[in-house]
């Protein structure tokens, strides 16, 4: 294994971990600017109003992403699996 390797396989890592995340952490983002929009229009500064929909609108995400994300890791995981043998010389 090269340092060249290492780097790259470190990079591809992390790569997918942002791919995957990337639905999720969209939503939260959207649905908290939302809230903080309806929370300025309407002056209700309570703390706790973000967290519900916030919640609610990552868990759906989760659910409709999980297969595409399922995907993503058993193809990443096949891959490293596969290439065992060139990676050990």
């Known amino acids: 294994m090269t340092q060249d390797f290492?780097?790259?396989f470190g990079r591809q890592s992390?790569?997918?971990a942002l791919i995957i995340?990337?639905?999720?952490?969209g939503?939260?983002?959207?649905?908290?600017?939302i809230v903080s929009i309806f929370q300025a229009a309407t002056q209700i500064q309570e703390m706790t109003l973000?967290?519900?929909p916030k919640?609610?609108?990552i868990f759906l995400a989760l659910l409709f992403s999980f297969p595409w994300i399922m995907d993503k890791m058993i193809t990443f995981t096949r891959e490293v699996f596969t290439n065992i043998p060139?990676?050990?010389k």
């Open 6 to 8: 290492v780097i790259g």
């Open 21 to 25: 995340s990337l639905p999720m952490l």
């Open 27 to 33: 939503i939260g983002l959207i649905v908290g600017l």
């Open 50 to 52: 973000t967290f519900i």
């Open 86 to 88: 060139l990676y050990i």
């Open 14 to 16: 992390i790569e997918l």
């Open 55 to 57: 919640i609610i609108c």
